[in-house]
């Protein structure tokens, strides 16, 4: 064979062969040499590692990779940790009780406070809302207390955590609370679920209570649900879960952002404003038939100039794209929120006010505020209405009498309220509104066929195409642009149309939400 090459190869061909040969076989020997070192090393490690003994002891990691360890952190802990559990097998004075409860009990009287007392309250999420709900609750007599969170303590957690020390930093929030607790009201029982809420555990982590059951105990269903998550996919599937099951449950919107504690209420979903979160919260839900009924506590506070924004990302981090990926966990935010350490704590004692009086079964009529405008939505759908039958009338041929529209109540509150911000487009007035179509239609203004065909009266009127203005605007439009000749562009100005056009968008993506 040899011969053969030299007979048929040329000398360069054969000093390459031989390169590559050689190159191949010191590749070889590298690598070879590479592995055996790192299995070397990766056997000395493991040597060194000692048995698992009192002096050396392991810690289990969360799913997260976060240390799982303890938050006892002195005797005075062991302490009371032992006190509580002794209390919680009823080896505790009642007396002692009332007497911690005694305000509570005058307040509540003894029916009241024994509902507080017999009840089971799931809360999801533990910082600065969930945490000053928590203690509130247990204070107030709530014995049953089912905490759920996968986060853990962080510097940053300290300026408007409830219950959290520099000694807690590092390890689970809800060891951390439940730690504090037993400090305060040893007799609660306190069920610590270090784990994330998802689509997956919701109905095992709202399930019945199964803690430290005593023999005359019953598996026992959640008297409320506190939703202190400010994570809207993670809000929106729990809302929704209770929601279907019937459970109660009521929600903490925003705090972010926001400084003025006289502007909290307390208020159905549909009622909420000037709330991102909450906006948000309730396009969703309302995709998945949920328009109303879920109890939330939110801010009226407007922004402003000077006042705290949302941080913006990063313009290297923009370019780079896939922005959805610098969160912590898929789908969770990746900003950090502006918050103002008192806020979290007002927003978490009004939701824990809710479920107390709730529970306790005492008088609440919360007052939503300037929100209560009911009778100027009803005035402006009948002005509406009136308007469409006048524009119909106007028109050869067409009979208005029993005109209907295809736009309720409802309807009209989210067009002025959320995609008009209460505001007319025109002049930016919030008094005596009106809404009113923004173009003429080409087919003009005629009763649908369809509709006649099974007996309806009724006229097309998309809610894209309807614009918010005050009364004495709306009556000028009627007349220059939908009995006149005029399009809109040659009326206003191009910073009136450029803003309804932006409104109409926005009422367009977000139409699958209602």
Same mark, same amino acid.
């Given at each position: 064979?040899?011969?053969? #090459?030299?007979?048929?190869?040329?000398?360069? *061909?054969? =000093?390459?062969?031989?390169?590559?040969?050689?190159? *191949?076989?010191?590749?070889?020997?590298?690598?070879?040499?590479?592995?055996?070192?790192?299995?070397?090393?990766?056997?000395?490690?493991?040597?060194?590692?000692?048995?698992?003994?009192?002096?050396?002891?392991?810690?289990?990691?969360?799913?997260?990779?976060?240390?799982?360890?303890?938050?006892?952190? &002195?005797?005075?802990?062991?302490?009371?940790?032992?006190?509580?559990?002794?209390?919680?097998?009823?080896?505790?004075?009642?007396?002692?009780?009332?007497?911690?409860?005694?305000?509570?009990?005058?307040?509540?009287?003894?029916?009241?406070?024994?509902?507080?007392?017999?009840?089971?309250?799931?809360?999801?999420?533990?910082?600065?809302?969930?945490?000053?709900?928590?203690?509130?609750?247990?204070?107030?007599?709530?014995?049953?207390?089912?905490?759920?969170? *996968?986060?853990?303590?962080?510097?940053?957690?300290? &300026?408007?955590?409830?219950?959290?020390?520099?000694?807690?930093?590092?390890?689970?929030?809800?060891?951390?609370?439940?730690?504090?607790?037993?400090?305060?009201?040893?007799?609660?029982?306190?069920?610590?679920?270090?784990?994330? $809420?998802?689509?997956?555990?919701?109905?095992?982590?709202?399930?019945?209570?199964?803690?430290?059951?005593?023999?005359?105990?019953?598996?026992?269903?959640?008297?409320?649900?506190?939703?202190?998550?400010?994570?809207?996919?993670?809000?929106?599937?729990?809302?929704?879960?209770?929601?279907?099951?019937?459970?109660?449950?009521?929600?903490?919107?925003?705090?972010?952002?926001?400084?003025?504690?006289?502007?909290?209420?307390?208020?159905?979903?549909?009622?909420?404003?000037?709330?991102?979160?909450?906006?948000?919260?309730?396009?969703?839900?309302?995709?998945?038939?949920?328009?109303?009924?879920?109890?939330?506590?939110?801010?009226?506070?407007?922004?402003?100039?000077?006042?705290?924004?949302? =941080?913006?990302?990063?313009?290297?981090?923009?370019?780079?794209?896939?922005?959805?990926?610098?969160?912590?966990?898929?789908?969770?935010?990746?900003?950090?929120?502006?918050? $103002?350490?008192?806020?979290?704590?007002?927003?978490?004692?009004?939701?824990? &006010?809710?479920?107390?009086?709730?529970?306790?079964?005492?008088?609440?009529?919360? %007052?939503?505020?300037?929100?209560?405008?009911?009778?100027?939505?009803?005035?402006? #759908?009948?002005?509406?209405?009136?308007?469409?039958?006048?524009?119909?009338?106007?028109?050869?041929?067409?009979?208005?009498?029993?005109?209907?529209?295809?736009?309720?109540?409802?309807?009209?509150?989210?067009?002025?309220?959320?995609?008009?911000?209460?505001?007319?487009?025109?002049?930016?007035?919030?008094?005596?509104?009106?809404?009113? %179509?923004?173009?003429?239609?080409?087919?003009?203004?005629?009763?649908?066929?369809?509709?006649?065909?099974?007996?309806?009266?009724?006229?097309? $009127?998309?809610?894209?195409? =309807?614009?918010?203005?005050?009364?004495?605007?709306?009556?000028? @439009?009627?007349?220059?642009?939908?009995?006149?000749?005029?399009?809109?562009?040659?009326?206003?100005?191009?910073?009136?149309? &450029?803003?309804?056009?932006?409104? @109409?968008?926005?009422?367009?993506?977000?139409?699958?939400?209602?």
């Amino acid at each position: 064979m040899s011969q053969w #090459l030299q007979r048929n190869t040329s000398t360069t *061909f054969q =000093l390459g062969l031989a390169a590559a040969v050689g190159a *191949f076989a010191a590749t070889s020997v590298i690598f070879t040499a590479t592995a055996i070192q790192r299995r070397r090393a990766t056997e000395e490690l493991k040597a060194s590692i000692p048995d698992l003994s009192r002096e050396h002891h392991a810690t289990q990691l969360t799913e997260y990779g976060g240390a799982m360890r303890e938050s006892i952190t &002195n005797k005075e802990d062991e302490r009371s940790a032992k006190i509580a559990a002794k209390a919680r097998k009823g080896h505790y004075d009642e007396e002692l009780i009332l007497e911690q409860l005694a305000r509570n009990r005058v307040f509540l009287k003894d029916e009241g406070l024994a509902k507080l007392r017999n009840s089971f309250v799931v809360v999801v999420g533990l910082g600065g809302v969930g945490s000053h709900c928590v203690a509130a609750l247990a204070r107030s007599g709530v014995s049953r207390l089912r905490i759920i969170d *996968f986060d853990q303590v962080t510097l940053s957690s300290l &300026n408007r955590h409830a219950l959290a020390t520099l000694a807690d930093v590092g390890t689970p929030k809800v060891h951390c609370i439940r730690k504090r607790l037993e400090q305060i009201c040893p007799w609660v029982s306190i069920d610590c679920r270090n784990e994330l $809420l998802s689509s997956q555990s919701t109905e095992a982590l709202l399930g019945v209570w199964d803690y430290e059951l005593q023999d005359d105990e019953d598996r026992t269903e959640p008297d409320f649900v506190v939703d202190a998550i400010d994570n809207i996919d993670t809000k929106v599937s729990l809302l929704q879960y209770c929601a279907l099951k019937g459970i109660k449950v009521i929600s903490s919107m925003g705090a972010g952002c926001k400084s003025d504690p006289t502007r909290i209420q307390v208020g159905d979903i549909s009622t909420s404003i000037e709330d991102p979160l909450s906006k948000a919260t309730r396009r969703r839900l309302r995709v998945k038939g949920i328009k109303d009924g879920i109890p939330v506590v939110f801010s009226t506070e407007k922004p402003g100039e000077g006042k705290a924004e949302l =941080l913006p990302i990063a313009d290297e981090e923009v370019e780079k794209g896939n922005v959805d990926k610098l969160g912590v966990l898929p789908e969770f935010r990746v900003r950090i929120l502006p918050v $103002l350490g008192t806020m979290p704590a007002v927003f978490g004692y009004t939701v824990a &006010n809710y479920v107390i009086c709730s529970i306790a079964g005492y008088p609440m009529d919360y %007052r939503v505020g300037e929100k209560g405008r009911e009778r100027m939505h009803d005035g402006i #759908l009948s002005a509406l209405q009136g308007l469409e039958e006048r524009l119909v009338r106007s028109s050869p041929g067409q009979e208005a009498v029993g005109l209907r529209i295809p736009v309720s109540r409802d309807d009209v509150a989210y067009l002025v309220e959320e995609v008009f911000r209460g505001k007319s487009v025109v002049s930016g007035l919030g008094n005596r509104l009106a809404l009113i %179509r923004w173009r003429k239609p080409a087919e003009g203004f005629r009763v649908e066929d369809a509709y006649l065909k099974e007996g309806q009266k009724m006229i097309k $009127l998309p809610m894209a195409d =309807l614009v918010l203005m005050t009364k004495e605007e709306a009556q000028k @439009h009627e007349k220059q642009v939908l009995l006149g000749d005029s399009a809109p562009e040659a009326v206003y100005d191009p910073p009136v149309v &450029n803003i309804v056009e932006k409104r @109409h968008r926005e009422e367009l993506a977000y139409e699958r939400y209602r």
